[in-house]
């Protein structure tokens, strides 16, 4: 049976990384995939990793129908075993209804894989979709670390190095930006509690003479940010 798994965790716990991976690993056994992304930080129809990885991907816009895409393939010959789908918080629902489709009637597996929630700590609509469709959703455990060395579960958009919670949902940005000049949007994993306190990497930096980290694990720190 052909499964639809969703794969999410914050920024910078290697979500890409694990999709080039796992294209690699069933294309070496002879399986045949399809590559999608969507506002990738790299550029249109590629998907990157932090480590360096990247592959030609099929950008996915709002116009793209999957079901009628996978269709048009095989009935012109050409084989699908499985599909990636990175950055699939960026799909709209009915896009992840058509992956669902392909799951179930064609026996395709897709592997999705994107952050569930923005800024906001709002979860995105392809995000919540994909939540109330996959067989299987999988937590990836390699754990993005916030500044002060806490497990990072929240993912903060910044300009000049300070948290804003405004603005369009989706602005495509990267959390490797350390030009605080660059007019790009820069994004930056917290933990709930810094994010909670608007407490990014420069704030704390520019706050606490010796920040990172903070030393013994202690909260001595919480009567900074009340």
């Given at each position: 049976?052909?499964e639809?798994?969703?794969?999410t ?10 999709a ?21 930080r790299?550029?249109e ?7 360096g990885?990247?592959?030609p991907?099929i950008e996915?816009?709002?116009?793209l ?5 996978v269709?048009?393939e ?5 084989r699908?075993d499985y ?7 960026f799909?709209?629902?009915g896009q992840v209804?058509?992956?669902?489709r392909i ?7 897709v592997f999705?894989?994107g952050?569930?929630?923005d ?10 979709r994909l939540?109330?469709l ?5 937590t990836?455990?390699?754990r993005?670390?916030?500044?002060c060395?806490?497990q990072?579960?929240h993912?903060a ?6 948290m804003?919670?405004?603005g369009?949902q ?12 660059d007019p ?6 917290l933990?709930?509690?810094?994010h ?9 930096k520019?706050t ?5 980290p ?8 919480s009567?900074?940010?009340?």
């Open positions: 049976m052909a639809f798994v969703f794969f965790g914050p920024m910078d716990c290697g979500k890409s990384t694990l080039l991976q796992l294209d690699y690993t069933h294309n070496s056994t002879g399986r045949e995939g399809r590559l999608f992304t969507s506002r990738d790299a550029g129809a590629i998907i990157s990793s932090r480590l990885l990247r592959r991907a996915v816009g709002d116009q129908d999957f079901w009628a895409y269709v048009g095989l009935t012109g010959g050409k699908i599909l990636i789908c990175d950055e699939a918080q799909y709209r629902p209804d058509q992956l669902a799951v179930d009637e064609l026996q395709i597996d999705a894989f952050i569930l929630t800024f906001q700590t709002r979860i995105f609509p392809g995000s919540q939540v109330e996959a067989d299987r959703i999988d990836l455990q390699v993005a670390l916030c500044w060395g806490q990072a579960t993912n958009r910044t300009l000049d190095g300070e804003v919670t405004e369009d989706v602005v495509v940005g990267d959390t490797a930006s350390t030009d605080p000049a790009v949007a820069a994004y930056e994993v933990c709930r509690r810094h909670r306190r608007r407490v990014t990497r420069a704030v704390a520019a606490l003479s010796d920040p990172l903070f030393g013994d694990g202690s909260d001595d720190d009567q900074l940010w009340d």
